[in-house]
Nanobody
Framework: QVQLVESGGDEVQAGGSLRLSCAFS???????????VGWFRQVPGKEREFVAT?????????AYAVSVTGRFTISRDNIKSTAYLQMNRLKAEDTADYYC????????????????WGQGTQVTVSS
C-alpha cells in the first residue's frame, strides 16, 4: 500500500503562485522508479480533471494539460519521496480541490488508471 498526503493548498489572488506537495510513504514505495505520479483537480459537480504527471524514474518525464502548460510545473524529490506542483500565474478557473495520485507504470492522463490517491488540498484563486 502507498499512502499519499497533499499539502500547500490555500487562497491566493489571481496572478499569484502556490506550491503543492505530495508526500509518499508505505512499504511498497521502495521501488519508486516503477511509479508515475499525477496531479488532478476537481470542482464540485464536475469530473476530476487531469493537470500534470511525471514518471518517478526515467529522468522524470512529464506531461501537462493544455490549460496549465507554461504556468504549472510538476517535479519530484526522490530523497524526500515527495512530488510537487508549482503553480504560477494562477487564474480564477484554477480554483478546485487538487489531488495527487500514484500508479505503477508509465504516464497516464486517465484518473481511473491510478491506484493510490491522497485526500486532496483546496486551492482558491480570487479575482
Amino acid at each position: 500500500q502507498v499512502q499519499l498526503v497533499e499539502s500547500g493548498g490555500d487562497e491566493v489572488q489571481a496572478g499569484g503562485s502556490l506550491r503543492l506537495s505530495c508526500a509518499f510513504s508505505g512499504p511498497y514505495f521502495s521501488n519508486y522508479s516503477e511509479y508515475s505520479v499525477g496531479w488532478f483537480r476537481q470542482v464540485p459537480g464536475k469530473e476530476r480533471e487531469f493537470v500534470a504527471t511525471i514518471t518517478w524514474g526515467d529522468g522524470g518525464v512529464t506531461a501537462y494539460a493544455v490549460s496549465v502548460t507554461g504556468r504549472f510545473t510538476i517535479s519530484r524529490d526522490n530523497i524526500k519521496s515527495t512530488a510537487y506542483l508549482q503553480m504560477n500565474r494562477l487564474k480564477a478557473e484554477d480554483t478546485a480541490d487538487y489531488y495527487c495520485a500514484a500508479r505503477q507504470g508509465k504516464l497516464s492522463v486517465m484518473s481511473g488508471s491510478y491506484d493510490y490517491w491522497g485526500q486532496g488540498t483546496q486551492v482558491t484563486v480570487s479575482s
